[in-house]
C-alpha cells in the first residue's frame, strides 16, 4: 500500500513504494577497520532497503560513515559482519574477483573526479567497460555512441577531458556508468568539483535518467541542497542511519537551473569556439605548432648524425652516409615529439605534423642550399641552365626531393607519436569500477 503524505511534510520511507522489487537489501551490516590507534566501528549494525528506480542520497559529515557504506553497496569492500543482498544475489562474502564481477554486470560508477582516461576521447573512455566485457568493437562503438547521445554529448564524441568543460567531463563519466545498462547507479560527490549552475545541470540530467529510464540512483553527498534533489534522504552520524525519509515532491534541479542567471557571453576565442564552425575547425587542425618543436628536431638531426657517424667509424670503420641520414631523421622526429608533448599537452594532430614535416623540410633545404651555393658553387664547374627544359627539370626535381623527405619526415612524425602516446594496457583487475 502507498502513503500519500502531504508535500511539505518529510515522512519515514518505509512508508512508501512497497509495490516496488527490492533491489538493495542491507541487514545489520557493520564494517571495522583495526588502525594504530586501536578498532575503528565504520558501520554499525545498518538495516537498509532499496527499491528499484529510486533516487537515494546518503548525507553526513566525514567519519559518518557514508562512504564506506558506499563501499560496501559497490563492492569495492565487505562487510565484517551482515548481509548485503543486491538483486536478489547475496554479494557481501563473495571473492575480490567474484565483487569485481558484479560491479562490471550490475553498478555503475560516477566519482567526483570523474576519472576519465586524459589521452582517450569522450567515445574511448565510455568503451572501456565494454572493452573489459569482451563486447566487439562495433557494439560498443555504437553502445557508447548511444549513451553520450543520451547525456547531451553527441557532438563531442571526439573531443579528449581536456577539451570539454567540467560539465561535460560529468556528463562523459555519466554516459560511461551507463553504458553496461546497470541496474544501479552509484555516484559519490559526482557535483564537488563543479559551479552551482554546472552542478544543477548534472542534477537534472540524473533526475531525468531516474524518471525515464528508471534507474536506480544512489547519491553520497555532504550537501543539503544536492540531497534535496533526490526523492529520499538518508542521514548518517557516526556509523549509523539516523533518518531516512522522502522529499515529497524531491527539489527539481531543472527548475532550480532555470533560476540561475545564464553565464556571461562567451568572448573571443571561447565564443568563435562554440558558434563558428571555421574556429571549430581550425580547433580540430590544432594550432600552429611551438617554434620548440623544430628547434628541438634541429638538435635532434645533430646528435642523430653525430651518434651515426660514431658508430660508422668506431663499429664499421665506414665512410657510409646512410647510417648517419638515418640516425638524424630518427633522432629529430623522437625529439620533436618529445618537445610537443611537453609544450602541448597533447598529440599533434594530422594537421600538425605534415605542416611541420613539409615546413621544417623546405626551411633545410633553403637553408643548407643557399649555404651550398655560397660556399661550393664557385669551386664546381660551370653548369648551362640557359636552356629552360632544364631549368624545369631541375626545379621539378628540387620538389620531387623535398617532397619525399617532407612525407619520410611525416611518417616518422607519425611512428613516434604513436610510440610517445601509446596507451597502456587495461589492467586486469581494474574492470571492477569500469574505468
Known sequence: ????????????????????????????????????????????????TIKKGEFVAIVGTSGSGKSTLMNILGCLDRPTRGTYTLAGVPVGDRTNDGRALVRNRM??????????????????????PLQYRGVPVKERRDRAMKALAAVGLADRTHHTPNQLSG????????????????????????????????SYEVLALLQRLNRDVGITIVLVTHEPDIAACASRVIHMRDGRIVSDTLNTPPL????????????????????????????????????????????????????GALVGGLYNAIILGS???????????????????????????????????????????????????????????????????????????????????????AAARFGLLTAASKLVWRRPAPPRTHAAAQT
Open 1 to 48: 500500500m502507498t502513503f500519500a503524505p502531504e508535500a511539505t511534510t518529510p515522512v519515514p520511507a518505509s512508508l512508501v513504494r512497497e509495490d516496488r522489487e527490492t533491489l538493495i537489501s542491507i541487514e545489520r551490516v557493520s564494517k571495522d577497520y583495526v588502525s594504530d590507534a586501536g578498532l575503528v566501528r565504520a558501520l554499525r549494525e545498518v538495516d537498509l
Open 107 to 128: 553498478i555503475g560508477f560516477v566519482f567526483q573526479g570523474f576519472n576519465l582516461l586524459p589521452r582517450t576521447t569522450a567515445l574511448e573512455n565510455c568503451e572501456l
Open 167 to 198: 560539465g561535460q567531463q560529468q556528463r562523459v563519466a555519466i554516459a560511461r556508468a551507463l553504458v553496461t545498462d546497470p541496474p544501479l547507479l552509484l555516484a559519490d560527490e559526482p557535483t564537488g568539483n563543479l559551479d552551482s549552475r554546472t
Open 252 to 303: 527539481s534541479a531543472a527548475i532550480e537551473l532555470a533560476k540561475i542567471p545564464p553565464p556571461e557571453k562567451a568572448s573571443g576565442l571561447e565564443a568563435e569556439e562554440l558558434n563558428d564552425p571555421v574556429e571549430l575547425q581550425k580547433r580540430r587542425l590544432g594550432g600552429p605548432v611551438p617554434f620548440s618543436v623544430p628547434l628541438a628536431m634541429f638538435g635532434g638531426a645533430l646528435l
Open 319 to 405: 665512410k657510409n652516409a646512410i647510417i648517419p641520414l638515418v640516425c638524424a631523421l630518427v633522432f629529430e622526429a623522437w625529439l620533436g615529439v618529445r618537445s610537443a608533448k611537453k609544450r602541448l599537452g597533447r598529440p599533434m594532430t594530422f594537421d600538425q605534423r605534415a605542416r611541420l614535416a613539409l615546413g621544417y623540410t623546405v626551411t633545410v633545404f633553403a637553408t643548407f642550399g643557399l649555404l651550398f651555393g655560397w660556399l661550393a658553387i664557385p669551386h664546381l664547374p660551370k653548369l648551362d641552365m640557359t636552356s629552360p627544359a632544364r631549368v624545369a627539370l631541375a626545379l621539378v626535381g628540387f620538389v620531387l626531393v623535398v617532397v619525399v623527405a
